[in-house]
Each structure stands twice: as structure tokens, then as C-alpha cells.
């Protein structure tokens, strides 16, 4: 009965091994789950031997190619791309509603001053000025801003740096 058993363990080692390899190939997604699936074991099994759960982290981990262009895209770089253009979808709704409200203010006040109705000439400069210096906050506020998002991405990259050389001494 033993001896049946080890068997069967060894058949579907093969199977795993033979579902990583074929999704390796085809460029298909990796996770446990999949290659599971694939092999037609549950993932408990892949849990219990370390050495097929570890080769299928390591083939997850590896950049797959995409495309008939060639490039390699790993999974990490394609999350990052998809923050940052949710940050700039973000920062460009912001900037849309500034500029909607000013164009609004501008429209009033133009329609008032056609009324006759509008304020005096020292006012008008006044409000100018207070409305450039307003353009000007929000230009240092974008710039802050990146410059905070460098700093950030620097920052991670040393503790990953730091993470690596106090791993491997």
C-alpha cells in the first residue's frame, strides 16, 4: 500500500512538473492555483512538497514575454505602470476641475463687467494678481508632488538594495 502510494506521489510530481513547463511555454499567467488546476492535483499538494512549490514561485517571478515584439514585462512592472497611470488619471481629474473653475470665474466676471455692474480697475488688477499667484501654488504643488514620488521610488529602491546586501552577507 506504501508503494502505491509513493507511486501515485510520483505521478503527479511528474504532472506538476510537465503543467509548469507547458505554462512556461505557452507564456501563460503562473500561480499556484493555475498550475494545480493544470496538473489536476489540489494545492494542499503543491504545499506539502516545498521543492514544486518553490519551482513554481521561481517561474511566477520570471518575466514572461508578451507580444510578438519580444520585450519582457514582469508582473511588478505592469502593476507599476498601472499605478502610475491611475495617478496621472487622478492628478489629471484634479487639474480638469481647477481649470473648469476658473474658466467659470472668468465667464462671471466677464459677464458681469459687460453688465456694467463690475468692480473697479484696482480691484480687477488685485484679483489677477490673487489668481496668479493661485497658478503658481498649484505649479509648486505638482512639483512637490513629483519630487515626492522620486524621493519615494528612491527610498524603496535603497531598502530593496539595503534588503538584498544584508540578505546574501
Known amino acids: 500500500m506504501a508503494a502505491g502510494r509513493r507511486a ?16 512556461v511555454k505557452a507564456g501563460e499567467e503562473i500561480s499556484v492555483s493555475g498550475i494545480a488546476r493544470r496538473a489536476g492535483v489540489d494545492r494542499a499538494f503543491l504545499y506539502r512538497h516545498r521543492d514544486l512549490l518553490e519551482q513554481v514561485h521561481a517561474a511566477e517571478a520570471q518575466p514572461s514575454a ?3 515584439a519580444g520585450t519582457l514585462v514582469s508582473r511588478a512592472s505592469l502593476q507599476a505602470d498601472l499605478a502610475n497611470a491611475q495617478e496621472r488619471g487622478t492628478r489629471m481629474d484634479t487639474r480638469i476641475r481647477q481649470l473648469e473653475k476658473k474658466l467659470s470665474e472668468l465667464l462671471g466676471e466677464q459677464a458681469w463687467r459687460e453688465s456694467g455692474l463690475g468692480a473697479p480697475a484696482d480691484i480687477d488688477a488685485l484679483q489677477r494678481r490673487i489668481t496668479e499667484l493661485e497658478q503658481t501654488i498649484v505649479d509648486l504643488n505638482g512639483q512637490l508632488e513629483e519630487r515626492t514620488e522620486d524621493l519615494d521610488a528612491a527610498r524603496a529602491a535603497n531598502r530593496e538594495l539595503m534588503t538584498r546586501l544584508n540578505s546574501s552577507g
Do not use: E, H, I, P
Open 8 to 23: 501515485d506521489s510520483v505521478r503527479r510530481r511528474q504532472r506538476v512538473v510537465k503543467a509548469l513547463g507547458d505554462a
Open 66 to 68: 508578451t507580444g510578438g
